[in-house]
């Protein structure tokens, strides 16, 4: 059985920052793509940033400069720092991964999320 545990988020102000963690466990054959996504109450679910398997980082236009994505060298734990927090950050992260477990194919798998809220 394959989880995604998020960990990290919590309350900061303004212009503060915060570091998520999201640590793959389980039958983990193979990993593809991994990133974060958010969503604020009221709003869809949105892409924040991501890693494909051929190395390349996406970052959504709204947290270009703040953010930064980056992967532990076991392959299996990333991270999201986010420095220069803005009102706008507060949302719910979630980590997703597409992952080649024990059932012999790729499946997207998702964590349970963890709450983001920056105050002024």
């Known amino acids: 059985q394959v989880q995604l545990v998020e960990s990290g988020g919590g309350l900061a102000q303004a212009g503060g920052s915060l570091r998520l963690s999201c640590v793959a466990s389980g039958s983990i054959l193979a990993i593809d793509f991994m990133g974060w996504y958010r969503q604020a109450p009221g709003n869809q679910r949105e892409l924040v940033a991501s890693?494909?398997?051929?190395?390349?980082?996406n970052y959504a236009d709204s947290v270009k400069g703040r953010f930064t994505f980056a992967r532990a060298s076991t392959k299996n734990t990333v991270y999201l720092q986010m420095n220069n927090l803005k009102l706008e950050d507060t949302a719910v992260y979630y980590c997703?991964?597409?992952?080649w477990g024990d059932g012999a194919s790729w499946r997207d798998y998702w964590g349970q999320g963890t709450q983001v809220t920056v105050s002024s």
């Open positions: 890693l494909s398997s051929d190395g390349k980082f």
């Open positions: 997703t991964a597409r992952i």
